[in-house]
Structures are given as structure tokens and as C-alpha cells.
């Protein structure tokens, strides 16, 4: 089982960039990964996704602001966020893609307005 540590995340102002960091404990190479985020109130929601070759996918609210990457050498997967909103923030989480649990302590983000 592998296990995924988050980090990176802080309080920024609106307008600013944050980038998340996620480390997994085994190879994900052969993965979809996924990063996913939950507001107060609010059900997982998953924000952008890469795949093993590194296509990637995004949500509406984010696409044009956010990026992932990853590297598969290093089992590594990132999200570099800019123009952050108030509406960003959030705990985010990294997984892989189409699993039940196996979830982390996620790392919170917060934008103030």
C-alpha cells in the first residue's frame, strides 16, 4: 500500500500562487493521479488528474490557473496554483484516481480576500 503525504499548502492573498507538493511512499508510476480538494461543508471534489504519460485533465473552476505534473522517477505529483481565489480554499488531497480510501492528511489552503 502506498502511502501519499501532502504539502505546500499556507494562507496567501487573492491573486497569489501557492505549489503542492505530493510524495508517495512506492512507485505510482503506473497511476492515474489525481488532486482533490474538500471545503467546509462541502463533499471531495476532484480539482485535476494526470496520467501515467502525463496527460492531464482539469476542472472548470480551475482550468487556467492550476497545473499538474508529476514525476514518475521520483514518485512526486504536483499542483502549482495561481490566481488563487477565496474559493480555492480548501484541505487538498492527492490519490490515485478510481480507489476508495488510502487518503492522507491533505494540506490546507487558505485565500484571503
Known amino acids: 500500500q502506498v502511502q501519499l503525504v501532502e504539502s505546500g499548502g499556507g494562507v496567501v492573498q487573492a491573486g497569489g500562487s501557492l505549489r503542492l507538493s505530493c510524495a508517495a511512499s512506492?512507485?505510482?508510476?503506473?497511476?492515474?493521479m489525481g488532486w482533490y480538494r474538500q471545503a467546509p461543508g462541502k463533499l471531495r471534489e476532484l480539482v485535476a488528474s494526470?496520467?501515467?504519460?502525463?496527460?492531464?485533465w482539469y476542472g472548470a473552476s480551475v482550468k487556467g490557473r492550476f497545473t499538474l505534473s508529476r514525476d514518475n522517477a521520483k514518485n512526486l505529483v504536483f499542483l502549482q496554483m495561481n490566481s488563487l481565489k477565496p474559493e480555492d480554499t480548501a484541505i487538498y488531497y492527492c490519490?490515485?484516481?478510481?480507489?476508495?480510501?488510502?487518503w492522507g492528511q491533505g494540506t490546507q489552503v487558505t485565500v484571503s480576500s
Open positions: 512506492g512507485s505510482i508510476s503506473l497511476n492515474t
Open positions: 490519490n490515485k484516481v478510481g480507489v476508495v480510501g488510502g
Open positions: 494526470v496520467s501515467s504519460r502525463g496527460s492531464t
